[in-house]
């Protein structure tokens, strides 16, 4: 195709989504409505992965084995691991790691951080330059105040922890294992 004005650019643009999201499912990943998921160029998708309606997969995502993606979220620069569960409604900004089996609910929006193996977050959060412990559980309404108005600070949640609905986890902070 040639592209010579923005009608014909976005022709070109339906056409490739069409291309990547015919190789998505025929590369083993379940597209519950594929006319209405958006692929980067570079999205990476592994086998038995599901994809709800309405998700947007930005630069730089991989999503491994196993992985549902609920409906309305949105990826950019993230790394899933096996078996993770996200959204719907999730925001995943560039540099996070989502471990194995992690649960990232509706309305949690993360940036630079890592949700490590089997660790909750599971509605209505913003988790930013953070790392989650192993299975700790992050309730509801739970902020990572990262910024003073000068640097970013980072917060460190351990292993098994529990945090409380409406913490907001002014950093520097760290919240010991268990």
């Given at each position: 195709l040639g592209v010579n004005d923005r009608a014909q650019l976005a022709a070109a643009e339906a056409a490739m989504q069409r291309r990547l999201r015919r190789a998505a499912m025929l590369g083993g990943a379940t597209l519950i409505d594929p006319e209405t998921v958006t692929f980067s160029y570079d999205t990476r998708l592994g086998q038995d992965v599901t994809v709800e309606p309405h998700v947007f997969f930005g630069p730089g995502v991989n999503v491994a084995d196993g992985a549902t993606i609920r409906a309305f979220s949105h990826l950019e620069g993230v790394s899933v691991a096996e078996g993770a569960t996200l959204g719907p409604f999730a925001r995943l900004r560039p540099e996070t790691e989502i471990g194995a089996r992690a649960r990232i609910g509706n309305f949690v929006e993360i940036k630079a951080a890592r949700v490590e193996p089997g660790a909750k977050v599971n509605h209505l959060s913003y988790i930013g330059d953070a790392r989650v412990g192993a299975d700790a559980n992050i309730g509801a309404g739970t902020i990572t105040c990262?910024?003073?108005?000068?640097?970013?600070?980072?917060?460190?949640?351990?292993?098994?922890?529990?945090?409380?609905?409406?913490?907001?986890?002014?950093?520097?902070?760290?919240i010991g294992d268990g």
């Amino acid at each position: 195709l040639g592209v010579n004005d923005r009608a014909q650019l976005a022709a070109a643009e339906a056409a490739m989504q069409r291309r990547l999201r015919r190789a998505a499912m025929l590369g083993g990943a379940t597209l519950i409505d594929p006319e209405t998921v958006t692929f980067s160029y570079d999205t990476r998708l592994g086998q038995d992965v599901t994809v709800e309606p309405h998700v947007f997969f930005g630069p730089g995502v991989n999503v491994a084995d196993g992985a549902t993606i609920r409906a309305f979220s949105h990826l950019e620069g993230v790394s899933v691991a096996e078996g993770a569960t996200l959204g719907p409604f999730a925001r995943l900004r560039p540099e996070t790691e989502i471990g194995a089996r992690a649960r990232i609910g509706n309305f949690v929006e993360i940036k630079a951080a890592r949700v490590e193996p089997g660790a909750k977050v599971n509605h209505l959060s913003y988790i930013g330059d953070a790392r989650v412990g192993a299975d700790a559980n992050i309730g509801a309404g739970t902020i990572t105040c990262n910024y003073d108005g000068i640097a970013k600070h980072r917060t460190e949640i351990g292993a098994g922890a529990f945090i409380g609905s409406n913490s907001s986890l002014v950093a520097p902070v760290s919240i010991g294992d268990g």
